[in-house]
């Protein structure tokens, strides 16, 4: 499976991808997947916050959010 190195402002990281599937696709061609969604995600998380995804494929949710509340737990 082919990884996508993705830079959306000052986040950045990697995701592997299926081939051939439309959410993977996105992040090849364009490099993010939702602008809509990750302004909404912005908007709520901050560092420090808890965020949960309970969706399944690639991680995508996953790894944005983790990103943007950070390494740490309060």
Do not use: C
């Not at 402002?9 to 592997?16: P, V």
């Not at 990750?38 to 901050?46: A, D, P, Q, V, Y």
């Amino acid at each position: 499976m082919p990884i996508v190195n993705i830079n959306i402002e000052d986040l950045s990281f990697n995701i592997e991808v299926f081939e051939k599937e439309t959410l993977s696709d996105q992040l090849i061609q364009r490099g993010y997947h939702n602008q809509n969604d990750i302004s909404l995600l912005r908007g709520f998380l901050k560092e420090g916050s808890v965020f949960v995804d309970l969706g399944a494929n690639i991680g995508w949710y996953t790894l944005l959010g983790s990103k943007l509340v950070g390494a740490t737990l309060s």
